[in-house]
């Protein structure tokens, strides 16, 4: 079945093949200006701002690719489309004209973020004697030449309908951008697109596309985001461009063929070269829905050129003719495919398969507002040189763009006036031969390919190469996606990863894969300076290095609390919730336990840590909570036979602290008659999770005198820092989402939020687990997370409650050296969407939650609570912040000797209305669901969680069914 071209609404689809490309280049360089596209729009009377809001924000609702972000997920770079928003417009009063200008050069040059959407700015400047201006900065990911007609005739019907105080009357497009990428994906992936690549990549292998000019002075730029770049304009006289469309009619060739020819012989004049390949960037809207809309469609083209100076410039373009006709099947086949497939057939590794390249195109007209726009230089070239011919009306101009590491400005001025002068001479006579016109050809061609990778000796891999090549075949290896080679046995330390047939994405998930495994990241620029086996093993030692410093010491303070402890601070000041954030661990110990050893062993571990030893004050005049850590230790207590142990546990436990005078933590060994227990309370303001596992484990390795402990840890040398600017990812990813889904409450809430809970559970069952995991984990790779979060939604949505959920999970943020033997909170609060709308399969809700879950983790440094004032800023009392829902994932505790089994707080204290944990007990999984008493009763919370194990068998039995 041949792909069909419709509109699919989706909001989260792969980029194109060209979109990856250009993001590619972006992450390598560090983010440049290289595929900016300003455009300068001088205006011809004051710009109504208010007007202009309106235009914008309709132009941007339009057109799905002027708000569109960009994200990597397991390997393949995805385009999210956001909610429309009016770009924000900054407004600058002007002197002159001829300042803007130059200001609108610089401003144009500024990066733009991919990550986050950015890809559209605007700038205006007011007040000029010469009129108002206009800076519209596109990135390139979002728009072509093209594009550039009708994004500026939208925003003039839409400017021209907001001054008369209305919308502006557009038909509906019939496809959007993602619909396109998603069509060509599946074009790519025919058997006609295949052939075509193999019998194109047959064409163009003997053929150099590394075209040396005269005048040349250094090799090809190593990152091509970060070539600087210059451009020099050659006006063709106007008798000139009166009658190049008469030549086009008397030779039957388009005047891009004119061009083409023209360009050719050019090169050939500074080459030397008689064949050799040119890139033609090409429009690439092969379908006539494509026509308005706004992207990233073009394609380069690499055509073959021939020359033979003996041929006339009217014998040139007709052979010229067949190549250029043949580029409009060519420009299905994506460019950075065609340079993988022709590289891995040449043995030459990752080199640029073209590095001049060859654009015509016809700019914009004006409008009754605004004179012709302007695409502002960026101060960056695309290739090592590239001729631009601009084709407004009768007015023809040659632009040559040119890398000045490579080329002087001589050299264009050469090129550029043989260009202007051959065409001259050709309008006049296209019969004389070419060598009439050119003269001598500049044989100048050398080997200028830059510094060939180090070549190694054939020897065994080392421990560390060994681990690099299994890295590559697990991607370009018969067991991962590309069949390319067999297994790491097979690679030498200077196997290529181009030559093996690899390319710059499938790069990216490599290095994703070695930061899994080995816990390094490793930027796509490092690997691509020498991209063997050699070179990653190199690179992986050099950041394993960097990342096995040792942490710094830390002093005891004062210093600022956590954005996390800033808030278990305030929430300890509301005398309601204050047990909900005390962190109980109660066990049993063994029979015939030495109390006394047992008393000293856990006073030695809580006088070890800094963080057990934190005293909390609020500094009124920065409005901030600071801490010590040199405040005396807490002391273990020693309760002998309570006369109500159950009674004297829940004081223990539930009793708040004083955080400013008393030691976070209190522990007591209360001794019955027929066992010893040993209650252990921090507040979460100064442990987590992990950190109860790290006490019980150092307790016990004192109390049997068999090991050494780790050195102790300040929380501050290890702990990750938030990143307020990940915040605003966070909140686009979350926007829409209900905030108070229609849970079943048997009771309303209250004033104040109750935190008292109880608990139900239920197992899987093993046999349904191995079905759930063979789909969830062994097909889409979810974890054990994922699927209680994706049982727990689609529960809930069965029960009427709605189809789009948020649910708070918590994040380790245990990722620095040193980490895992620290007591602290690292935790910081994520928020995972569980969105069941649009009726997607099991298989289909998986991947979202998946892939949300991932989103998640990316941004786990953004600050809890700036996401929560974001999109929750007027909750009440009587509920959480955000969300209702709480989800987690662990596995069976493993207790140490001399302890033998955990017991449950009595009462149990939680901070949201409904929490979910999944626990992995052996072949069996146990979903626990604690519930707040004040609103459910345990038939209700029964029923919720029967549901979700009732969604366990449909998914696991029935995984293409809708939950």
């Known amino acids: 079945m041949s792909a069909e071209l419709r509109r699919r609404g989706e909001r989260v689809a ?45 132009v941007v609702e339009r057109h799905e690719a002027l708000r569109t972000a960009y994200e990597l997920r397991d390997g393949q770079l995805l385009q999210i489309v956001r909610d429309p928003q009016t770009p924000p417009i900054e407004i600058i009063d002007a002197e002159s004209m001829a300042g803007v200008r130059e200001e609108a050069a610089r401003r144009g040059s500024e990066p733009l973020d991919l990550a986050k959407g950015t890809v559209l700015r605007c700038v205006v400047w007011r007040g000029s004697p010469d009129g108002d201006a206009l800076l519209l900065v596109v990135h390139h990911i979002a ?42 994906r599946a074009l790519a992936r025919t058997p006609d697109i295949q052939r075509a690549l193999h019998k194109r990549v047959g064409q163009l292998l003997d053929v150099s596309g590394e075209l040396v000019l005269d005048g040349c002075t250094r090799s090809p730029a190593a990152d091509e985001g970060r070539r600087p770049g210059r451009q020099r304009h050659f006006p063709v006289p106007p008798e000139v461009s009166a009658r190049v469309g008469q030549l086009s009619l008397s030779l039957r060739a388009t005047p891009f063929v004119l061009w083409f020819a023209a360009v050719q012989a050019t090169l050939y004049r500074w080459s030397g070269l008689r064949e ?254 020498d991209p063997t086996v050699a070179g990653l093993a190199e690179a992986l030692a050099a950041a394993e290095a960097r990342r096995d410093t040792p942490a710094a010491v830390i002093d005891d303070g004062p210093r600022p609390a956590t954005s996390a402890q800033q808030r278990f601070w305030l929430l300890d000041r509301m005398p309601w919730l204050r047990p909900a954030y005390l962190s109980p661990t109660v066990v049993e110990l063994a029979d015939g336990i030495d109390r006394e050893a047992l008393r000293r062993a856990v006073d030695t571990v809580l006088a070890r840590h800094p963080a057990l030893r934190s005293r909390f004050t609020l500094d009124r005049k920065e409005r901030r909570v600071h801490y010590r850590t040199d405040g005396p230790p807490a002391v273990t207590t020693v309760t002998e036979s309570p006369a109500d142990p159950r009674e004297h546990l829940a004081e223990i436990c539930a009793t708040p602290f004083d955080l400013a005078k008393e030691a976070p933590v209190r522990a007591d060994i209360v001794c019955l008659d027929d066992r010893t227990l040993l209650a252990l309370v921090p507040h979460h303001i100064v442990v987590d999770g992990w950190s109860a596992q790290v006490l019980l484990d150092q307790i016990a390795t004192v109390y049997r005198q068999d090991g050494d402990l780790a050195e102790p840890v ?175 994932s662990a596995k069976e505790p493993d207790l140490p000797a001399p302890f033998t089994r955990h017991l449950a707080p009595d009462p149990l204290f939680i901070k949201y209305e409904l929490e979910l944990t999944a626990i992995e007990r052996g072949d069996d999984l146990e979903l626990e669901l604690a519930y707040a008493t004040a609103l459910f009763d345990e038939r209700t919370a029964r029923a919720l969680l029967d549901a979700m194990v009732a969604a366990a068998a449909d998914l696991s039995d029935h995984p293409d069914s809708q939950p």
């Not at 093949?17 to 200006?33: D, F, N």
């Not at 594009?147 to 907001?162: Q, R």
């Not at 829409?736 to 559970?761: C, N």
Request: charged share 25%; hydrophobic share 45%; glycine share 8%.
């Open 143 to 184: 728009v072509d030449g093209w594009s550039l007609g009708p994004l500026l005739d939208d925003l003039a019907v839409a400017y021209d309908a907001a001054l008369g105080g209305k919308r502006p009357s557009a038909d509906e497009l019939p496809v959007q951008y993602a619909d396109f990428a998603v069509w060509d």
């Open 714 to 888: 300040h929380p501050a040398a290890v702990a990750e820092p938030v990143d307020a600017h990940r915040v605003e990812a966070v909140v686009e990813r979350l926007r829409g989402a209900p905030l108070d889904p229609p849970l079943p409450h048997d009771r309303p809430r209250g004033e104040l939020q109750s935190t008292r809970a109880a608990t139900v559970s239920a197992l899987i069952g093993e046999e349904r687990l191995r079905r759930l995991r063979q789909v969830a984990v062994g097909e889409l790779g979810c974890s054990t997370f994922v699927i209680a979060a994706t049982l727990m939604g689609a529960a809930l949505a069965r029960g009427g409650s709605g189809r789009d959920f948020l649910l708070a999970f918590p994040w380790s943020g245990r990722d620095s050296t040193g980490a895992a033997d620290a007591v602290g909170m690292f935790v910081n609060t994520l928020v995972l969407r569980v969105d069941l709308t649009g009726e997607p399969t099991w298989r289909e809700l998986l991947t979202r939650v998946r892939d949300d879950a991932k989103a998640a983790y990316r941004d786990a440094t953004a600050p809890y609570d700036a996401v929560v004032e974001t999109l929750h800023p007027t909750r009440d009392l009587g509920r959480p912040p955000l969300t209702p829902l709480y989800v987690t």
């Open 14 to 58: 792969p980029a194109s093949a060209g979109q990856e490309r250009l993001w590619l280049i972006e992450e390598t360089s560090g983010g440049s200006a290289t595929y900016n596209v300003p455009v300068f729009l001088a205006w011809r009377e004051r710009i109504d701002v208010a007007a202009l809001e309106s235009a914008l924000a309709f």
């Open 276 to 529: 050799f390949l040119v890139g033609a960037v090409t429009a690439n809207r092969n379908h006539p829905m494509l026509e308005r809309v706004v992207g990233f469609f073009a394609n380069t083209v690499p055509l073959r050129c021939a020359v033979d100076p003996g041929w006339s410039f009217a014998e040139l373009c007709r052979k010229a003719r067949t190549e250029a006709f043949g580029s409009l099947s060519h420009q299905k086949l994506p460019f950075d495919q065609l340079t993988t497939a022709v590289n891995a057939a040449r043995g030459t590794g990752r080199s640029a398969l073209v590095n001049v390249g060859f654009v015509h195109q016809a700019p914009p007209t004006g409008h009754a507002r605004w004179a012709p726009p302007s695409e502002l230089a960026t101060g960056t070239a695309k290739f090592d040189l590239m001729v631009i011919i601009n084709e407004v009306g009768d007015d023809l101009t040659v632009t040559i763009e040119y890398d000045t590491d490579r080329y002087s400005d001589d050299a264009c001025d050469r090129l550029g006036n043989t260009l202007v002068e051959l065409l001259t001479a050709a309008v006049g006579d296209p019969d004389r031969p070419l060598k009439e016109f050119l003269g001598e050809p500049a044989a100048v061609q050398r080997a200028t390919s830059g510094p060939a990778p180090r070549k190694r000796e054939s020897a065994p891999l080392t421990k560390e190469q060994r681990r690099a090549a299994e890295l590559f075949a697990a991607v370009l290896s018969d067991g991962g996606r590309y069949g390319v080679v067999g297994t790491a046995d097979e690679l030498t330390a200077d196997a290529d990863f181009f030559v093996l047939g690899g390319h710059s994405l499938l790069a990216v998930s490599m290095l994703a894969e070695a930061e899994r495994r080995y816990g390094v990241e490793l930027s796509p620029r490092v690997f691509l300076t």
